[in-house]
């Protein structure tokens, strides 16, 4: 994720200039989300596959029951 940062000469926002600062960010990252997702789609749904296995195993000790057929483990079955 990027470091967003305030336009230069402004040192804070507040009330609606927020809000609007925080849309447009948003916007922005969807917007190039949406245009790196559709240039390769099995590249980002395998990425965003690991993302989701970093999330789900994230402190020692996690256990997650599945069938290893399941959906959410596609990437590492051999037979797909």
Known sequence: ??????PEG????TGDQAITFEQSRDAISASNYAEAYSQDVDFY???RSL???K?????QGDILILSPDSEFFRYFNPSN
């Not at 994720?1 to 305030?6: F, G, I």
């Not at 999330?55 to 402190?59: A, C, E, H």
Request: glycine content about 0%.
């Open 55 to 59: 999330k789900s195993f994230n402190q």
């Open 10 to 13: 402004i040192d804070e926002l």
């Open 45 to 47: 749904s395998f990425y």
């Open 51 to 53: 993302e989701s296995y």
């Open 1 to 6: 994720m990027s470091n967003w940062q305030l």
